[in-house]
């Protein structure tokens, strides 16, 4: 497992780690672009989704040192394998979401992007690699729902992070009970809006 040597770093060197895979995101943002691009959005909301990864990258960079001073007293610690699997809308968005805190505090990952957009994970991985992240500490798995059920009911994964719907959330909660996971879920983000009579 490549949990103690990435949550043996110091926090500081976990953090210069995570605002190095900003910088090199941001090098590539052009490529990063269209390949979501080809996902159906519009170059400007790949723009916007590039610029807030980096956003979130840098941000929880700056974190990996502070955790002590955020919960004085408390000790916080890795859990250890966080499992997170995310949806098809903002993919590299919802990664990086994901990932960020997660590396910010000693943990490793298994991601599982959407089955429908895993090529965009996949890029991430390269960035990831080329930021010299240790080999193991984030592993992206693609596949439908029998690879988020290997994953979900894993014995050593220690939480699961869900972004999505409430009928695979329900599963997910029954899979991660069985091993006393942590679960974290954020469902049902809706976006409803009015057509007027007049609309084309």
């Known amino acids: 497992s490549a949990q103690p040597k990435w949550n043996g ?18 090098a ?22 590039v610029t807030g990864s980096i956003d ?12 002590d001073y955020a919960f004085p007293g408390a000790a916080p ?5 966080v499992g997170q699997v995310i949806p098809w809308n903002f993919p590299l968005l919802m990664a990086a979401w ?12 298994v991601l599982k992007p959407a089955e429908t957009t895993p090529l965009t994970a996949l890029l ?12 193991g500490v984030v592993n992206i798995v693609t ?35 069985e091993n006393f996971a942590e679960v974290s879920l954020k469902l049902g983000g809706k976006s409803p809006f009015i057509v007027f009579d007049d609309a084309d």
């Open 9 to 26: 770093r110091t926090a500081y060197n976990r953090g210069q780690i995570l605002y190095r895979i900003g910088e090199m995101l941001e």
């Open 28 to 49: 590539r943002s052009d490529q990063f672009v269209s390949e979501l691009q080809q996902q159906g959005i519009t170059a400007a909301a790949a723009k916007k989704e």
């Open 56 to 67: 979130r990258l840098v941000y929880y960079a700056g974190w990996a040192d502070k955790l």
């Open 77 to 81: 610690k890795s859990l250890g394998v």
């Open 98 to 109: 994901k990932i960020a805190p997660a590396l910010a505090c000693g943990n490793t990952v």
């Open 124 to 135: 991430l991985a390269d960035v990831l690699r080329e930021a010299e992240l240790p080999a």
């Open 143 to 177: 596949g439908g729902p029998v690879c988020g059920t290997a994953l979900t009911t894993h014995p050593l994964v220690a939480k699961i992070a869900f972004t999505g719907g409430p009928s695979t959330a329900r599963h997910i909660v029954r899979n991660s009970a």
